[in-house]
T-cell receptor, first 113, second 117 residues
């Protein structure tokens, strides 16, 4: 069964460093998302991506964040200068259409020290 | 404004008991979609069900059933004859048809369900 895959599963980085989280969405899906979940809290929307551009972003998604779909299969989230409060589980999701169910990857646990 | 409320933070039941997880939503749209996701201790988010606002039929899938009531803006989830493997955090989510270009999911705060053997 097709699935969304994310790498790495866990990343530890020093404050101020850049990190790139990688995702391979399901191949025939058109809509891509990043969400994050701070430990013990709810899942929060960060950004959505459609037709090779950002279509919506939340207040959390400030200038330190960027997304790319460099090669038609990978979908990346970059955090330029990580802060302690960026520590969270980051989920990538994809949908075939904007109204269908979203399938999530297994998440990348980012720990900023 | 769009909002999902899961008032039950934690529920603990003994195996084989039935348990219902509550979800109440707010939306201005007449067309919207409701979802339930399961997050087991391993951390991934597993899709369980999607329901659109025009379909108020209840759904049953094995031991799982869902009760959608537009009149009370609720989309409750019942597990019958619970099992230890059902232990997880369960999230209810809402996606509005006209909630933006890509209809992001708005999640509730989740209910931690613990099934005791």
């Amino acid at each position: 069964e097709p699935e969304v895959t994310q790498t790495p599963s866990h990343q530890v980085t020093q404050m101020g460093q850049e990190v790139i989280l990688r995702c391979v969405p399901i191949s025939n899906h058109l809509y891509f998302y990043w969400y994050r979940q701070i430990l013990g809290q709810k899942v929060e929307f960060l950004v959505s991506f459609y037709n090779n551009e950002i279509s919506e972003k939340s207040e959390i998604f400030d200038d330190q964040f960027s997304v790319e779909r460099p090669d038609g299969s990978n979908f990346t989230l970059k955090i330029r200068s990580t802060k302690l409060e960026d520590s969270a589980m980051y989920f990538c999701a994809s949908r075939e259409q904007s109204t269908t169910e979203a399938f999530f990857g297994q998440g990348t646990r980012l720990t900023v020290v | 404004a769009q909002k999902v409320t899961q008032a039950q933070t934690e529920i603990s039941v003994v195996e084989k008991e039935d348990v219902t997880l509550d979800c109440v939503y707010e939306t201005r749209d007449t067309t919207y979609y409701l979802f339930w996701y399961k997050q087991p201790p391993s951390g991934e988010l597993v899709f369980l069900i999607r329901r659109n606002s025009f379909d108020e039929q209840n759904e049953i899938s094995g031991r799982y059933s869902w009760n959608f009531q537009k009149s009370t803006s609720s989309f409750n989830f019942t597990i019958t004859a619970s099992q230890v493997v059902d232990s997880a955090v369960y999230f209810c989510a809402l996606s509005e048809r006209y909630g933006g270009a890509t209809n992001k999911l708005i999640f509730g705060t989740g209910t931690l369900l613990a099934i005791q053997p």
